[in-house]
């Protein structure tokens, strides 16, 4: 039960990130020193990755209002799945109680 909780928060952690980084995207987009933040995940785990500067040329405004709304499913998904796996383990404690 333990593993499916991390596995939600590290989910929630990431999708946390990427709209974080694609908000600071849109709102310094215009900024003369502008360097576009990136997200960059680590080996092939996506729950744990880290934020990186590349050059501003790249994604267009659209596509950071798409990885807005991308992350902002994916973190509501996995809060979903934190509160579903809380609920199954309080009923499974109610059950041995």
């Known amino acids: 039960m333990s593993i499916g909780l991390s596995t939600a928060l590290s989910g929630i952690s990431a999708a946390n990130e990427r709209l974080r ?16 933040q990136q997200l960059q995940a680590q080996q092939s785990d996506q729950s744990s990755a880290q934020l990186r500067q590349v050059p501003a040329t790249g994604q267009s405004a659209e596509a950071d ?6 992350a902002t499913y994916a973190f509501v ?4 799945v934190l509160q579903t796996q809380l609920r199954a383990s309080g009923t499974m404690l109610d059950i041995h109680a």
């Open 21 to 36: 980084a694609s908000a600071q995207n849109t709102v310094s987009n215009g900024a003369a020193d502008f360097r576009r």
């Open 65 to 70: 209002l798409a990885t807005q709304k991308s």
């Open 77 to 80: 998904a996995n809060l979903r």
